[in-house]
């Protein structure tokens, strides 16, 4: 049996080797880049994994991810994401969509805003909210597309089903114009009313997939709080995808700590990490 770095005897062997196996396998198939300071972090989350299939080595567990196609290989993914996300984060990007939403885009008959890290559901369901304050509840064709790389967040989401502390801090007349409360079982839980529901579709995407299941072009795209898991270079090659993607009267957002510097020529920024489509190359 291992050890932890204080001593401690673990329940699964584990060592850097391990880990180094875990870095790779991650970074190769989802781009996430996990820092060597996340070692006894993979080792917690993988050993929910064991304990759930009886494996006993983390090394024997890994094994199985050779074959790519191995069904494990989605819960191994699912475990590795952080999917940490709140209604209305940075909440400055929502007024900006809002404006934007009034300003350039009341006539046009169909508005498609990509959400490519949606996790959980706070931030897809934040963009609709937004969409039906901008353009009133009235407003046909606008859709926002949810996708992320873990499906168990993914579940979670397409529920619209939250604890009340996650909605505390919203006002209490936007809480009522678009939750219901949950009784019974559900009681001290609040859940997304179908007219917020329906404007949602959740799709699971690996954004380093080669095809995007997604028409064009988008109009908006939040992309937040996941290029941080990704080296430059997969970054930059993203971008670029993105940029194609976009209408040009349209907007991209950035996490708050992405600045888009591996963006370069192909957006300029507007201030707080949204960014507009540069056309003329
Ligand atoms: C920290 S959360 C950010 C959630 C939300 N965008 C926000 O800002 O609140 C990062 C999300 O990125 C997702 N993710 C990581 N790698 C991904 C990939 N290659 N393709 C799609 N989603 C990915 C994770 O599953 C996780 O749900």
Known sequence: MDTTSSGKRREFDYSRREFSRVQKLIHARVG????????????????RR????????????LDQLDDPDHPEWQQF???????????????????TLQTHLKTHFRNQNRIRIWCCAAST???PYSIAM????????ARQGIEVIATDVDTRALETASAAMYDLDRVAKLPKAFLK???LRGVGKNQGRVRLKNEVRNLVTFQHVNLLDRNWPLEEPVDFIFCRNVFIYFENQTQAALLKRFHSLLNE???FFAGHSE??????????????TVFSPVRSR
Do not use: P
């Not at 064991?50 to 567990?61: D, F, H, P």
């Not at 993914?77 to 007024?95: P, W």
């Not at 937004?130 to 509840?137: D, F, K, M, V």
């Open 32 to 47: 996430i880049h996990l820092g060597d300071n996340k070692q006894e972090m993979v080792y917690s989350r993988l050993a």
């Open 50 to 61: 064991l304990r759930a299939t009886g494996i006993r080595s983390v090394g024997v567990y």
């Open 77 to 95: 993914i699912n475990a590795l994401t952080t999917n940490l996300t709140a209604f209305f984060r940075e909440s400055h990007h929502f007024d």
């Open 121 to 123: 559901g706070e931030e």
């Open 130 to 137: 937004t969409a039906i304050e901008a353009l009133g509840s």
């Open 177 to 179: 114009r678009f939750f």
């Open 249 to 251: 009267k349209g907007l």
């Open 259 to 272: 600045s888009l510097i591996s963006g370069g020529d192909l957006f300029k920024s507007l201030g707080k």
